[in-house]
């Protein structure tokens, strides 16, 4: 959520943000709320005024009485009654202004970063780099589930019977390498000065709404029926939401923190839901990163982010490319974000493996999350970017690691992680 103030005093900027998100048909909810916060400050006015005057006739009051004028002082109160009446008729209005406002103001787009590459969707999204050679074997590297099938690694079929289509068990040597690359990833970031937790998995609507857009909440989130609760999709918004109408001392900053959870989505699209494979799925593991700091810091904090995603992925030995969202890629919320594509030597393309983004103060403004600064408080910027997601990281993993006999070599930096192991070796 942008600042009122920009869209009072350049609501020709807010426009133009919203025709380069190539979304103009929120264009019309610039215009409504300078027409609703025009009728909202004229209600603060009136309320001002009805006050002032209530103040003046309540004083003539307790002169009246004083003085023995108990007639005089009854017509001086009638006429309190009616400021009180009318002043709950004008507040009851505030009310409703300040509640159509922030719903409008709720669904605007926070405004982007100049840099960011204007286009309609992921199709015009823009590559800036590539880490590691994309190599092509001369041997064939079967699907996915095929090669988790040779080691007895994955039953989605039983999945099926419990739990529907979008689930599945990882078994064995394979579930082990899953938890490996979580386990790395943990203390590769808390070698790198994040403090590491263990969030909340379900949160509250009010934290739901503060941490995202209404349209990506309908599209993810799982409800708890009959309770105030969500599934996470992402630890990032029980992280963010751990500082919900906090007010943090500007020393404390940057606060920077990695998080184990799993995440549930519905996935809810044209995309669909991946049958057989584990590309695309109801439930997986994640292990995030977050930083609050400075708002001078956030460009910073962005490119250090990004940049510790792609040296995880190289450890693995897994080549990858950073992406840069276009506009209409780019989620309300966002200022900057960038997505991490790993290396598909079967497909012979990148998919996307991480995602790293720069909120600006949206998530705070929503959020109520301010610093205490020597000259008053203000909205400090959240930052968010995936570590690791598996099962969609593991199929990096095992794609680049599998060799021509069927094994697939431990990417050294998790053999620890692993007994020592060096090679997984088919069973069947």
Known sequence: MIDIRLVRDNPELVKENIRKKFQDHKLVLVDEVLELDKKNREAKLNGDNLRADRKKLSEQVGQLMKAGKK??????????????????????????????????????????????????????NVEVKRYGEPVV???????????????????????????????????????????AMLAYARDYMIDNGFTYCIPPFMIRSDVVTGVMSFEEMDAMMYKIEGEDLFLIGTSEHSMIGKFKDQIIKKDELPICMTSYSPCFRKEIGSHGLEERGLYRVHQFEKQEMIVLCEPEDSMNWYNKMKDLSIKLFRNFNVPVRQLDCCSGDLADLKVKSCDIEAWSPRQKKYF?????????????????????????????????????????????????????????????????YMGGKEKLIPTK
């Open 352 to 416: 996307e493996v991480c995602s790293c983004s720069t909120l600006g103060d949206a998530q705070a403004r929503r959020l109520g999350i301010r610093v205490k600064g020597e000259k008053g408080n203000y909205f400090l910027h959240t930052l968010n970017n995936t570590v690791v997601a598996s099962p969609r990281g593991l199929i990096a993993v095992i794609e680049n690691n599998y060799n021509e006999d069927g094994s697939i070599t431990v990417p050294e930096v998790l053999r620890p």
């Open 137 to 179: 074997p001369d041997y064939e590297i079967p699907y996915h589930a095929d090669i988790l099938n040779t080691f007895n690694g994955l039953d989605k079929e039983s999945a099926g019977r419990t739990s529907g289509v979008g689930f599945y068990y990882l078994i064995g040597d394979i579930a082990r390498l899953h938890e």
């Open 71 to 124: 007639e005089e002082a009854e017509k001086i109160r009638q006429e309190v009654q009616k400021i009180n009446d009318a002043l709950e008729e004008n507040e009851e209005l505030e009310e409703k202004y300040s509640e159509e406002i922030k719903s409008r103001m709720m669904k605007i787009p926070n405004i982007m970063d100049p840099f960011v590459p204007i286009g309609k969707d992921d199709s015009e």
